[in-house]
Every structure is written in C-alpha cells, then in structure tokens.
C-alpha cells in the first residue's frame, strides 16, 4: 500500500474528457491519488453522444496492465467500459493476478444511448466479476440486466443489492440516479448492513459521468486506505459538488467539475 494511493484504471477512453477513462483520471488525481490505465476502447463521444467505438486488442489490453502492475503497483482496480465477453474474462484474470480491492463499475450503456457492452457479456459480468467485485456500483438499468429484477423504487434497489450481494461482490453501491423522486438515494450494502446517502436531485442535464467519477472517487479512496464506507461519503460528496459546480460546456449532457477541490485548494492558499 503507499499512502498516495495507486489506481489502476480499466476503462474505455472518452474524447470528450466527460466520462470514461478521462474522468477516472481526473477523479483520482483530484482526491490526491494516483491514476494508471489499462484503456479497452476508444470512444469518439461529446456531450451529443458516441458516434464511434474503437475496441483495443485484448492482448494490447492486458500488456498495458501488466505493464503498470508490474512495475508501478496497484492498490486498487477500478473497471470501466468492457466492451465485450473476452474482455471481461480477460480483466477477471487480470483482477487475480493483482489481488487488490476491484471497484466494478458494470457500465452497459452511454448517457446519450449507446451500447458500450455486448448483451452476450452481461452473462460474464455476472459470472466472471461479481464475486471478484470489493465494490459494485450498478445503476438502475444495470442492476436489472444483472438480477433479472425491475427497478422503480429505493425499495427495489434494496432488493437487488441482496441477491447482487448472494452473488458474491463484497460490496454494492445501488445508485439511484435513475430512479424517479425528487430525492436521488443510492444504497451502500454489505454482509454487515446498508448506508444511504441522499441528496437533493440537482435539476441539471450536465451528468455526464457521474458514475465513472463516482466509481473512481470510490477506488482512489479504498487505494488510499480509508474504510469502504468513509471512502463511498467521500466520493458521494466529491460527485455531488462536481455536479453543481458543472461548467455547462456542450449542447447535450456535458461534463461535470471535477477539478473543484483542486480550486478550492488554491483559494486557501490565497487566502
Ligand atoms: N440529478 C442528480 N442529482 C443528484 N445526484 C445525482 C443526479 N444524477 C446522478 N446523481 C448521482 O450520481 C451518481 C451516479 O448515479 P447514476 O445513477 O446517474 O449513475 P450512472 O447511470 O452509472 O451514470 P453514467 O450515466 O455517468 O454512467 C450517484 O451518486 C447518483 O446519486
Ligand atoms: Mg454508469
């Protein structure tokens, strides 16, 4: 473990620097960590949406990995965009050879509507990282492909967390971004019992990425040593500010600030 806190990223890249592999770096850097990627795919994405998906090899993939592991060190593994069933296989083999706490963040689709895994690999993800998973971070749409149950209330989202928890992750984090209310809570579940965190929704269309920033605020913390739940508060926290301060680039979902507490260091300094 070094106290900085290393994370090792697994995700696909976003052009736009919103979501994907740009906002996990930025995340972990943010909260004082630091970030190395293995990426899996080239997205070509804006606010607008994908209009282009690049899968890398897989064994481009996994030499970007082994080359960080080997050499640079993990102390956590946070997954993102897969792609495909190989991939995930692949990135469960990777999981054990670095045997470190894995945050699995299960994205399937892009805010704009594109699919970023095959339905064939939803079986894998079920199979092959759940029970490899320290944490997984599910939204609403995911957690329904995973368990087979719908999804309306904060009520389901405890429902699935249970049988998600039966399947094996240490951990789950059901977000509730997705589920109607004028309230957003998300459901943080152990063997050991549950932690909500519930905020205002904030009424804004810049919530591109909340999840990947999420998951990796999530990552940096567990890499840097904190206890799951204090690493998930502090995440919530970094997420949620993020969102309100979003600097409205971009004619559709736009990005969030995720430099924020990096100004705000600064201000002090001023101060
Ligand atoms: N409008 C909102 N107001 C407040 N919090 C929000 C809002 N939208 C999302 N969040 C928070 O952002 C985090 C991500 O949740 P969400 O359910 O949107 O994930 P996601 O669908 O995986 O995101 P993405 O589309 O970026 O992958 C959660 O902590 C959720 O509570
Ligand atoms: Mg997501």
């Known amino acids: ?30 909260l004082g960590g630091y970030a190395a990627t293995a ?4 997205t070509v994405q ?24 080997s050499d640079i060190g993990a102390d956590a593994i946070k997954t993102g965009m897969l792609g495909d069933a190989a991939t995930v296989a692949l990135v469960a083999q990777l999981l054990d050879e670095a045997a470190v706490p894995a945050v699995i963040d299960p994205v399937m689709v892009a805010k704009g509507g594109a699919s ?5 690999a939803v079986a894998a993800v079920r199979e092959l990282l759940i029970p490899r998973a320290a944490l997984l971070t599910p939204n609403a749409p995911e957690t329904t492909a995973l368990t087979g ?24 984090l059901m977000k509730g971004g997705h589920v109607p209310g004028p309230r957003v809570i998300d459901l943080l579940m152990t063997p050991d019992g549950e932690t909500a965190f519930e905020g205002e929704r904030i009424e804004s269309r810049h919530t591109h990425g909340t999840g990947c920033t999420l998951a990796s605020a999530c990552a940096a913390g567990l890499a840097q040593g ?14 949620h500010e993020a969102i309100l301060r979003a600097p409205g680039f971009g004619a559709g979902h736009g990005p969030l600030d995720h430099g924020w507490p990096l100004r705000e260091a600064r201000a002090r300094g001023r101060a």
């Not at 899968?55 to 082994?66: C, F, G, S, Y």
């Not at 970023?116 to 064939?120: C, E, I, K, Q, S």
């Open 1 to 30: 473990m070094h106290a900085l806190g290393r994370v090792l990223i697994i995700a696909g890249s976003d052009s736009g620097g919103g979501a994907g592999i740009q906002a996990d770096v930025k995340t972990v850097t943010a």
């Open 39 to 42: 990426i899996t795919a080239v």
């Open 46 to 69: 804006n606010t607008l949406g994908v209009t282009g998906v690049h899968p890398i090899p897989l064994d481009v993939i996994a030499a970007q990995a082994r080359a960080v592991l």
């Open 116 to 120: 970023l895994l095959a339905d064939a």
């Open 149 to 172: 149950l719908a999804v309306e209330t904060t009520d389901d989202l405890r429902r699935a967390g249970a049988a998600l928890l039966a399947a094996g992750a240490g951990a789950v």
């Open 226 to 239: 904190l206890p799951l739940t204090a690493a998930v508060a502090r995440a919530w926290d970094y997420v």
